[in-house]
């Protein structure tokens, strides 16, 4: 079915503003999809509490199928600043059935070196029907039922 990344909020962004604060947001990338959080003004401690959902049209994923999630500075005149990034595989959330984690982590410089940033998620894989160690629980149509996507999110 899809792939649900909430995600919660981001700890200690650096600020490159030489006058006032960032103004941050993610971007996340999954199999070649990418969907954006919106962008908190003026804040190195965001919180988003956005919930970015990717349809994976019936193909389950795989477990090294991975996500790339990067927290940039949004400018309202010229190109937006890579404050952070991370990356992960899907592991443990493909062993079967709908799985669920929540997760923080260290975000990376633009050279790929650890610093005081983080980010929290959410992560929520549910396999199409009867494919990837489905849980048959779901039923036909419910995938866009919110109270399904409501049990998801709160499992």
């Known amino acids: 079915m899809s792939l649900q990344i909430i995600v919660i909020g981001a700890t200690n962004v650096p600020n490159p503003e030489t006058f006032g604060e960032c103004d941050p947001y993610a971007s996340i990338t999954f199999l070649g999809q990418k969907k954006k959080t919106e962008v908190v003004k003026s804040e190195i401690n965001p919180n988003w509490n956005q919930t970015l959902e990717f349809d994976l049209q019936g193909v389950p994923a795989k ?3 991975e996500v790339t999630i990067e927290v940039k500075d949004w400018e309202r005149v010229g190109r937006n ?6 990356k992960f ?49 779901q039923t036909e149509g ?3 039922n919110p109270e399904f996507l409501y049990f998801l999110v709160n499992k």
Do not use: C, F, W
């Not at 600043?81 to 991370?86: A, E, F, P, T, Y």
């Not at 595989?89 to 260290?106: A, I």
């Open 142 to 144: 419910s995938q866009g």
């Open 81 to 86: 600043r890579l404050l952070g990034s991370v």
């Open 89 to 137: 595989k899907l592991n443990e959330l493909t062993k079967g059935g709908v799985q669920s984690k929540s997760m923080t982590q260290n975000l990376l410089d633009a050279n790929n070196r650890p610093h005081q940033s983080q980010i929290k998620l959410k992560v929520t894989y549910a396999p199409p029907a009867g494919k990837g160690g489905g849980s048959g629980s």
């Open 63 to 65: 477990s090294t199928d």
